[in-house]
C-alpha cells in the first residue's frame, strides 16, 4: 500500500521559510513524476513544483519561481519543498503527489487529476 505523509507545515511571518518533507512507502517512485500541490480556501488546487522522473526536469509555476526549491533524497525515498520569502498568499493546505505513469506530454503532470496518490496536505500559514 503506497502512502505519502507530509509534514513540516506551520506558522512562519512574512518573508520567513519552511521546508516540508513527504515521505512515500510502499514503493519507490522511480518513473513518472512527484510534486507539490496547494489548496487555499476558496481557491482550486494548484501546482507548486514537480519534479518529472522520466524527463528529468523540474517545472516551477511563476508564483513560486526564485523561492520554492523542490528536491528529493532517493535514500530515504523522501521528497522536499523549500520555501524561502514566504509571502500570506502562500498561505494554503500543500499535499504531496506522485504518478508513477510516463506521459507524452508533460503538461499532463501540471494538473492534480493525472497523479495518482496523495499525502494527507499539511497547513501552511504565513502572516503578515
Known amino acids: 500500500q503506497v502512502q505519502l505523509v507530509e509534514s513540516g507545515g506551520g506558522l512562519v511571518q512574512a518573508g520567513g521559510s519552511l521546508r516540508l518533507s513527504c515521505a512515500a512507502s510502499?514503493?519507490?517512485?522511480?518513473?513518472?513524476?512527484m510534486g507539490w500541490f496547494r489548496q487555499a480556501p476558496g481557491k482550486s488546487l494548484e501546482l507548486v513544483p514537480v519534479?518529472?522522473?522520466?524527463?528529468?526536469?523540474?517545472y516551477y509555476p511563476d508564483s513560486v519561481k526564485g523561492r520554492f526549491t523542490i528536491s528529493r533524497y532517493n535514500a530515504k525515498n523522501t521528497l522536499y519543498l523549500q520555501m524561502n520569502s514566504l509571502k500570506p498568499e502562500d498561505t494554503a493546505v500543500y499535499y504531496c503527489?506522485?504518478?508513477?505513469?510516463?506521459?507524452?506530454?508533460?503538461?499532463?503532470?501540471?494538473?492534480?487529476?493525472?497523479?495518482?496518490?496523495w499525502g494527507q496536505g499539511t497547513q501552511v500559514t504565513v502572516s503578515s
Open positions: 519534479m518529472v522522473w522520466s524527463r528529468g526536469s523540474t
Open positions: 510502499g514503493r519507490t517512485f522511480s518513473s513518472g513524476a
Open positions: 503527489a506522485a504518478v508513477p505513469k510516463t506521459f507524452d506530454f508533460v503538461h499532463y503532470y501540471y494538473t492534480g487529476a493525472s497523479y495518482n496518490y
